[in-house]
């Protein structure tokens, strides 16, 4: 399979625990964008990189979210100090242009 | 501003009717235009996509036309299928030519198809 993988698949954890996700890009693409979707609704722009610089950060990306591409390949995105307010699906997307992405499974975060 | 509104769900229709479900966007230029689709338990795929006025994207029977008179890209199927059952999303870039990155999503729309 050669499209994008994200680990874990699903992670459960207790409020204030840190956490950390892993997302493999189709090894071609050049561009990683990680997004936030809450139940019922679309998902929600976070972070991007270009190779390993990241280029864009929402709002949304408060002090306790990192995210890192230290070779332009493989991604991790960590969250600290988590709250249950970060419960959600973490999608990581990738591309070789700056529009259309192809998207992973996603990793569905649950804070107790 | 820039946003992406979908027509609420769910949507619930019988095998081999007709499907639409709306969208309109906001923007400040000529973005490209997506639906994506989301099975249960499954990420985004992609389901079709146009970049300028005019253009019709199509993919499994789903078509959807930009038009930039109306900023609308209305997704539609003639006939549906029990296994076109999954959330529906559009979606903007930024705008067209923009090498930034963000994807701004609309709510998703619930389709169920039954037989």
């Known amino acids: 399979d050669t499209g994008v993988s994200q680990d874990p698949r699903h992670k459960i954890t207790k409020r204030g625990q840190n956490v950390t996700f892993r997302c493999d890009p189709i090894s071609e693409h050049n561009r990683l964008y990680w997004y936030r979707q809450t139940l019922g609704q679309g998902p929600e722009f976070l972070t991007y990189?270009?190779?390993?610089?990241?280029?864009?950060k929402s709002r949304l990306l408060s002090d306790r979210f990192s995210a890192e591409r230290p070779k332009g390949s493989f991604s991790t995105l960590e969250i600290q100090r988590t709250e249950q307010g970060d419960s959600a699906m973490y999608l990581c997307a990738s591309s070789s242009t700056p529009d259309t992405q192809y998207f992973g499974p996603g990793t569905r975060l649950t804070v107790l | 501003g820039n946003s992406v509104t979908q027509m609420e769900g769910p949507v619930t229709l019988s095998e081999e009717a007709f499907l639409t479900i709306n969208c309109t966007y906001t923007?400040?230029?000529?973005?490209?235009l997506f639906w994506y689709v989301q099975y249960p338990g499954e990420g985004l795929q992609l389901l079709l996509k146009a970049t300028k006025a005019d253009d019709k994207g199509s993919n499994k029977g789903f078509e959807a036309t930009y038009r930039k008179e109306t900023t609308s890209f209305h997704l539609e199927k003639g006939s549906v299928q029990v296994s076109d059952s999954a959330v529906y999303f559009c979606?903007?870039?930024?705008?067209?030519?923009?090498?930034?990155?963000?994807?701004?999503f609309g709510r998703g729309t619930q389709l169920t198809v039954w037989p």
């Open positions: 923007a400040t230029g000529y973005p490209s």
């Open positions: 990189f270009q190779n390993e610089a990241q280029l864009e």
């Open positions: 979606a903007r870039h930024l705008d067209r030519g923009s090498t930034l990155g963000r994807l701004y």
